[in-house]
Nanobody, 125 residues
Framework: QVQLVESGGGLVQTGGSLRLSCAASGRTFSSYRMGWFRQPPGKEREFVAAITPTGTVTSYANSVKGRFTISRDNAQKLVYLQMNTLKPEDTANYYC??????????????????WGQGTQVTVSS
């Protein structure tokens, strides 16, 4: 079992940057695939990025590729989402997710078993 707590959200202007963090509990964090998802106002939850347990493979939604970077620190049990060149359409509640089932595709929300409460990101135009 793992518990996830996101932080780092806030209000930023278009073109700005934010770094989200996800702190995990549990002894086997290094065995979990981690993902970031987001839910814009009035829309469905959507995939943002994912990273394998060792950090060697990452995956991104086309809408954030080249602007966002996912990374992890297994020793500190942290996952990060560095968000650059933010746009108003990036406004959403951002969720951290974890799984140790390794089902594919990484972008599918139902392939994750544990979720954080979310952190709000608002990008003003």
């Amino acid at each position: 079992q793992v518990q996830l707590v996101e932080s780092g959200g806030g209000l930023v202007q278009t073109g700005g940057s934010l770094r989200l963090s996800c702190a995990a509990s549990g002894r086997t964090f290094s065995s979990y695939r981690m993902g970031w998802f987001r839910q814009p106002p009035g829309k469905e939850r959507e995939f943002v990025a994912a990273i394998t347990p060792t950090g060697t493979v990452t995956s991104y939604a086309n809408s954030v590729k080249g602007r966002f970077t996912i990374s992890r620190d297994n020793a500190q049990k942290l996952v990060y989402l560095q968000m650059n060149t933010l746009k108003p359409e990036d406004t959403a509640n951002y969720y951290c997710a974890a799984t140790n089932r390794y089902n594919n595709p990484m972008a599918l929300a139902t392939n994750y078993d544990y979720w954080g409460q979310g952190t709000q990101v608002t990008v003003s135009s």
